[in-house]
């Protein structure tokens, strides 16, 4: 069975429609990347199946492990296995990054029926964690993205995903204001989840990413269709010849 | 018209003749009938006194209060009292009904020289530093409720720290209402006396058992010495139906660190009033309060700092959370006179609203006489951080708990503050249960509770 399944998803924010009638099938064990240019719909789509409910779904289904998705909420699509890094992770005043992910961590394994994991039991993974993705120890106690550059706020992302292990992980633009030495690390950090049961879909602008973590599906995402879809090579061809290449021509007359 | 006021304040005046202070030193009698001279000279004041614009007591001053009955034998605390005991307290001197309860009290294992004792005690053993110091530092002619309370001396709390004391554990005292089918009043007076390099951290922790219409009307004076390192906090936790007036005036000596803490959660009409006076070189003076409203509450923190020397520096951080019809006020008064140059100011005060029908009014106000000094205010009103509370569930945190997770961290500000570990550890775990959200059942029964108790009452609508 399919771990994502997307089928003829149409998507308005305040009325106006930005997803089309999208079609995905992500398997396990697959990572696939989503291109398109500026204001294509990669975000909305990452931002509805994250749930998001300023986001409108007016038609279509998405399937997460053959489960209703977007009669989900937030909360309950994360506990069912989604994660989503979010382009803009936000900060949150007076919660420790430690404290907010062991409440994450306890609020999901509750929900799957398994015991709570105290402070003592939580540390020692939580730090494996950071470890991987280079972040000093201190960032345990500083509340929640406060105060981060933009490449410690993302590798932060990768570090909630690494401790959350997630079955399906959508990475919204997550290279994007990363410098070459933390786009490494972080994919780093994402090839070390790869693995059979899990799958990853990176939302990116830039090929660039790509070159870090090969993807094993590319689809090009324009006005809000996907136009093209391909292996690898495809992300090479799109950065050579632009997004133009890609649209087809109904789509570019619209 | 002064039979009219005379007339108004009957029952005071009853109480007032009717109080056995056969037994009070001619001191004390004359500080008390100076009290209820200018009380009720005064009367209780309104709206149009620009210090209670937003705070309408009418309900108080239509109310014949009675003076509270002795309940000290009455025997109705058990675990309710156990649970109202901070774990790791120097001592906890319980007050019931505003008079001492030694049976319930733990008097604990201060040093022989530190005395901490019931006011009524050291008055009656003619203590020289009560004498001293008792009614000295506050102002009768500025509020009728200082008046109110001084004109009623009977009992309340007296600490005495001799130079060079530390006192690391918190010095506690509960005080508590037993609620009749009568509106009753108490005035307690609590006067603590800090002399030179002590430090000590004081504790009045406010409470009710059962419900019924109380007022508490509580004055504490608190003079650190030079170099004195005071922490004094503040537990207002009582019934819905609970009137709480209380003044907090400090003064402050050279180098002295005074640091005021508020926690007010109960109550129905709270008003609390913190007075520094900054009277010598150095002296630092912190003001943290949190203030959470549900229901119909009404909960006022008044602040009047005083710069009267140079080199001095005040902040002031309060936190309120308003939700349900409740209405929160803060009025921070800051006066710099004119010698105190090199003064450093700061007033802060964030505000979470969290229904539509709670309601805040926040007022600086600053009066500066010196031309050298640094005032700085501010003031926000917002709403739970939507994005902050999408990006919690997406971690797969329920919304109920991401939002009071929220409101924690927001609370959390001001009880960061806070030095004293036992205290902090003990309000921690009191806020998270009063946080909408943080406790489950509890609060739920409580405020459905507190609906059938408070029909159609509001507090601005009163008179």
Known sequence: MALLEVKDLHASVHGNEILKGLDLTINPGEVHSIMGPNGSGKSTLAQVLARRESYEVTRGEVLLNGKDLLAMKPEEAACEGLFMAFQYPVEIPGISNAYFLRAAVNAIRKYRGEEELDAIDFLPLLKEKMRLLEMDERFLNRPVNEGFSGGEKKRNEIVQMAVLEPKMAILDETDSGLDIDALKIVAKGVNTMRSPDRAILLVTHYQRLLDYIVPDFVHVLVDGRIVKSGGKELALELEEKGYGWAEPASAAAR | MATAATERLRNYLEAFHSFGAAQQPAWLRALRERGFARFAEAGFPTTRDEDWRFTNVSAIAQTPFQLARDLRSSGVYGETLDACRIPGAACQLVFV????????????????????????????????????????????????????????????????????????????????????????????????????????????????????????????????????????????????????????????????????????????????????????????????????????????????????????????????????????????????????????????????????????????????????????????????????????????????AARGLLLLAFANECLDRMKSTPVREYLHELVQGWLPGTSSRGRTDRDEAVERQEPGRRWEEVG
């Not at chain 2, 003619?126 to 004109?151: M, P, Q, W």
């Not at chain 2, 005495?160 to 005080?175: D, K, M, N, Q, S």
């Open chain 2, 97 to 400: 009904n505003g008079r001492f309860a030694a049976q319930l009290s733990e008097l604990g294992n201060l040093p022989e020289t530190v005395k901490v004792a019931s006011l009524a005690q050291v008055i009656t053993d003619s203590s020289k530093s009560v004498e001293a110091h008792l009614g000295s530092y506050l102002n009768i002619e500025r509020d009728a409720f200082c008046a109110l309370n001084t004109a009623f001396i009977e009992d309340g709390a007296y600490v005495y720290l001799p130079r060079g004391t530390v006192i690391e554990a918190p010095i506690c005292f509960l005080f508590i209402s037993l609620p009749g089918h009568e509106p009753e009043m108490t005035n307690p007076r609590n006067l603590v006396v800090a002399e030179d390099s002590t430090e000590a951290s004081v504790v009045e922790d406010y409470v009710s058992l059962g419900s019924g219409i109380s007022f508490s009307n509580a004055v504490t004076e608190l003079v650190a010495g030079e170099n004195a390192v005071i922490s004094h906090y503040l537990i207002e936790r009582e019934d819905r139906q609970a009137y709480n007036v209380s003044t907090l005036r400090t003064q402050q000596a050279r180098s002295s660190n005074v640091s005021s803490h508020s926690v007010l959660l109960g109550g129905g009409l709270v008003r609390n009033n913190v007075h520094p006076v900054l009277a010598g070189e150095g002296g630092e003076c912190l003001i943290n309060g949190l203030f959470i409203g549900n229901g119909r509450q009404h909960i006022d923190n008044y602040m009047l700092v005083e710069h009267a020397s140079p080199h001095c520096s005040s902040r002031q951080f309060y936190n309120g959370i308003l939700d349900g019809r409740s209405h929160g006020v803060f009025h921070g008064r800051i006066i710099v006179h004119k010698d105190a140059q090199k003064t450093d100011a700061k007033q802060t005060n964030r505000n979470l609203l969290l229904s539509d029908d709670a309601q805040i009014d926040t007022k600086p106000q600053l009066e500066i006489y010196a031309d050298d000094v640094k005032c700085t205010h501010g003031a926000t009103i917002g709403q739970v951080e939507e994005n902050a509370l999408f990006y919690m569930r997406s971690r797969g945190i329920e919304e109920s």
